[in-house]
């Protein structure tokens, strides 16, 4: 298999306090990877260290076997919908225009195929209609979609979504789900912090069970398992959730 | 007083008016992305700073055996003396934990007590000529040199260049600054240059608009221009408009009326424009608003 990103020996710290704990891990082209854990494990300030929008307290985290500054192009990102004010005045289409900034750069005029590339990006994410709205103007679901879009604009190879299920409608889960697998079959890595502990097995192909240090990773199959699942809650696990 | 809304009132009249609608155009046009990065009060913290700075720039000056009303030397000290506010602030924020508005309120009263103190002092001592002085407070165009409004406009030009050069950049950091550190943009890069901009305007503006005022300039009428519409390119350039507006007339207004402080009069013009806003603007306005409710 082929690594997209490798953790490796990755820790976080704010202040006195251990938020990830030297975590080693590799997450393989190909394939969707569900973080999994409890609240505060550590998930998504895993996969922001690893893209330096927190900073490590030590290891690093490589991608494609190189460093991040070197691979920008192959990672794409989708922040928690929650981090951004959609009061913010801007359209659609221009929020996903921004995941096309490394061909823009400063000065480079929005040319008409990037204006139809990134109509593509929105009908994937069954958006079409909603290009010219404010963002402010849709559903939650809506907006994480555009968040999903904006990422498919950067044509990468590795996703990195931060909750990208959160707070959704079914319909935004559907979409997303279906992007996200059609991503996989193309050949790219899909990593997704993740709460729902009853579709992991239906949706992704390996788990990487987190609480601040890293307690498993792998297929599904092998480390999905109840006795994981218990060491990563530490016994707090909801048994609805397992079923 | 048509005359001079119609250019018509002198050369130099004409000049400081141009000066002035371009001041207005730049600091707008900075004032909309400071407003989109939540950092309005930064600049009124700066402005404040600054006044020290022209009160040593101008001892220093005389003491020199120079004029001391040398605009540009004027503004060196003041643009040291904001630099360091702006660093005294961010130590505060860092160091001690001070929430960033608690920490604006002391740099701002500290640095501004201390400009007034050394401009009484200035004035006491009767060296120089001090007279324009006071202008770096409420703003005056009485007494400007040509050489003054070209520097004035000539900034803002370059000002409005900046941003058209990283307007995007500026935007992406604005809205969602984590997305833009992992597409390679670094955000504290991006807000040093919208730091550095906003200087800019701020040295520019004081001397016409005045310390104490010059924070209207900047945050008003991106404020205004919010309230008509969604989209971020739009905004900038009807703020840069109700900028340069309010200074072009305020600018006619005072130098046609004797007496009339012309920062005071701009900042009373962008207020208009807000308050007409804030009225009528179909979407945001309290109208359209009320009619949505009915």
């Not at chain 1, 990134?118 to 968040?147: N, P, W």
């Not at chain 2, 004797?258 to 979407?283: D, H, R």
Request: aromatic letters at 6%; hydrophobic letters at 55%; one cysteine or more.
């Amino acid at each position: 298999m082929t690594v997209a990103l490798a953790f490796e020996d990755l820790s976080v710290r704010y202040g006195a306090v251990t938020a990830v704990d030297s975590v080693t891990a590799d997450i393989p082209l190909g394939a969707m990877t569900a973080i999994v854990g409890p609240n505060g494990a550590g998930k998504s300030t895993l996969l922001k260290a690893a893209l330096g929008v927190v900073s490590k307290a030590g290891g690093e985290a490589l991608f494609f076997g190189t460093s991040l500054d070197a691979a920008r192009a192959k990672v794409a990102y989708m922040p928690q919908r929650a981090s951004v004010d959609w009061d913010f005045p801007i359209r659609v289409i221009d929020v996903v225009l921004m995941g096309m900034q490394r061909d823009l750069g400063l000065l480079r005029p929005v040319r008409a195929a990037d204006r139809s590339f990134a109509m593509e990006c929105l009908a994937r994410v069954e958006l079409t209609d909603f290009a010219k709205r404010q963002i402010g103007a849709l559903s939650g679901g809506q907006q994480q979609r555009v968040f999903l879009a904006r990422a498919l604009a950067q044509r990468a190879q590795l996703y990195l979504l931060d909750e990208p299920f959160a707070g959704v409608d079914a319909k935004t889960e559907a979409a997303i789900v279906k992007v996200l697998q059609s991503l996989r079959d193309e050949g790219a890595a899909v990593v997704a912090v993740h709460h729902d502990l009853a579709s992991v097995p239906v949706w992704f192909d390996r788990v990487l069970l987190l609480n601040r240090r890293l307690i498993a990773v792998g297929p599904v199959g092998e480390v999905f398992t109840p006795e994981r699942l218990r060491e990563t809650y530490g016994g707090a696990l909801p048994a609805m959730q397992i079923a | 007083m048509i005359q001079s809304f119609l250019l018509q009132s002198g050369y130099n009249a004409t000049l400081v008016t141009l000066g002035a609608m371009a001041l207005g155009l730049a600091t707008g046009a900075v004032g909309a992305f400071l407003f989109l990065r939540k950092r309005s009060l930064v600049p009124d913290a700066m402005a404040h700073a600054t006044l020290p700075g022209v009160g040593l720039a101008f001892l220093i000056m005389v003491a020199f055996g120079g004029e001391g009303r040398f605009l540009p030397g004027l503004l060196l000290g003041a643009g040291v003396s904001s630099l360091l506010g702006l660093w005294v602030l961010q130590g505060l924020v860092r160091g001690t934990r001070l929430p960033e508005d608690a920490a604006i309120g002391i740099v701002l009263s500290t640095f501004y007590g201390a400009g007034i103190v050394l401009l009484t002092f200035i004035q006491g001592l009767g060296a120089g000529r001090q007279a324009g002085l006071e202008g770096f407070l409420l703003g005056s165009t009485a007494g400007m040199l040509r050489e003054d409004v070209y520097l004035i406009a000539g900034g803002g030009v370059l000002v409005l260049v900046a941003l058209f050069v990283l307007r995007r950049v500026l935007i992406m950091v604005a809205f969602d600054p984590s997305y833009a550190t992992v597409m390679g943009v670094r955000p504290a890069w991006v807000d040093a240059a919208l730091m550095a901009l906003v200087l800019a305007v701020v040295l520019l503006g004081i001397r016409v608009v005045g310390a104490i005022l010059v924070v209207a300039l900047l945050i008003t009428p991106a404020v205004a221009a919010r309230m008509w519409t969604d989209r971020v390119g739009v905004m900038v350039l009807i703020a840069a408009g109700i900028g340069g507006a309010a200074g072009y007339g305020g600018a006619a207004l005072s130098a046609a009326v004797s007496g009339l402080p012309t920062g005071a009069v701009i900042v009373a013009l962008v207020f208009l424009a807000f308050a007409i806003s804030a009225v009528i603007a179909p979407k945001r306005g309290l109208i359209g608003r009320l009619r949505r409710a009915a």
